[in-house]
């Protein structure tokens, strides 16, 4: 790991696990009466385990659906698998979820701190435009994020390379003096194959996966990430 702060002018940063906590998804299907409180966590570590599955699978074959409905389709195998029957409606309520995730209490004093530092602050995610969208209204960091980008610019998810080199380009900055931090272990492995200097932001106390590129930097909070770059 040798992150180098001084090159750094801009950050970009994943949504769900490192802005905002997904766990609320449990919660969602808590409030639906066809789910068993015993049901819920395996439930929803399937659903979350397909969308990615999804999201690989459709790179690799070419197969390109927004995240909304990969999500959506990811949820209805989730609850078929654990025999729950559900109408559309149903998982349109429980999919809703998503538009209103609760930031973690250290996302908005650390963009506050890394934006008054001068930084440029994107968010960079496999997330639909609508969902981005809502996601920053939501977390109230809208003053201190630049813009938000869209793997469904480029109709390819993380960790293809390209998404991360679109990003460099829709940001003005060179792709070498970029830092993206994500709790998810594939994004940071993307984002350094790319070019990027890769912050794992490690919230859990997870081991690094033993496969593929070390990330430059592991931090278990955003307020340590915000130290290293006002030095």
């Known amino acids: 790991m040798s992150f180098e702060p001084e090159p750094v002018s ?3 940063f994943d949504s769900d696990s490192t802005l905002v906590d997904v766990d609320a ?19 929803a570590n399937r659903w979350r385990q397909r969308s990615l599955e999804y999201t690989l699978v459709g790179n690799t074959l070419g197969n390109y659906q927004s995240f909304v409905e990969i999500n959506r389709a990811a949820l209805e195998y989730a609850l078929a ?7 559309p409606e149903e998982r349109a309520e429980i999919l809703s979820v998503y538009h209103d995730l609760e930031p973690f209490t250290d996302v908005r004093p650390t963009l506050e701190r890394l934006s008054e530092a001068g930084y440029d602050l994107y968010v960079l995610s496999n997330g639909s435009p609508e969902m981005l969208a809502s996601m920053i209204e939501g977390a109230g960091i809208g003053d201190y994020v630049t813009d938000a980008i869209s793997a469904h610019e480029v109709a390819t998810f993380k960790p293809d390379p390209d998404l991360y080199r679109h990003a460099a ?4 900055t060179p792709i070498d003096r970029i830092a993206h931090v994500s709790a998810l272990w594939f994004d940071v492995q993307g984002a350094v194959h790319a ?3 890769g912050v794992w932001l490690d919230r859990t106390g997870r081991p690094w996966e033993p496969f593929g590129p070390e990330p430059d930097l ?9 130290e290293l770059l006002e030095a």
């Open 81 to 87: 698998a654990h025999g729950i029957e559900t109408t």
């Open 25 to 43: 998804i449990e919660t969602a299907l808590v409030d639906h009466e066809a789910v068993t409180d015993a049901d819920t966590p395996a439930v």
């Open 195 to 197: 070019g990027m200097q």
């Open 218 to 226: 592991v931090a278990e909070g955003l307020d340590g990430i915000a």
């Open 169 to 172: 380009g829709r940001t003005g």
């Open 10 to 12: 801009a950050v970009t």
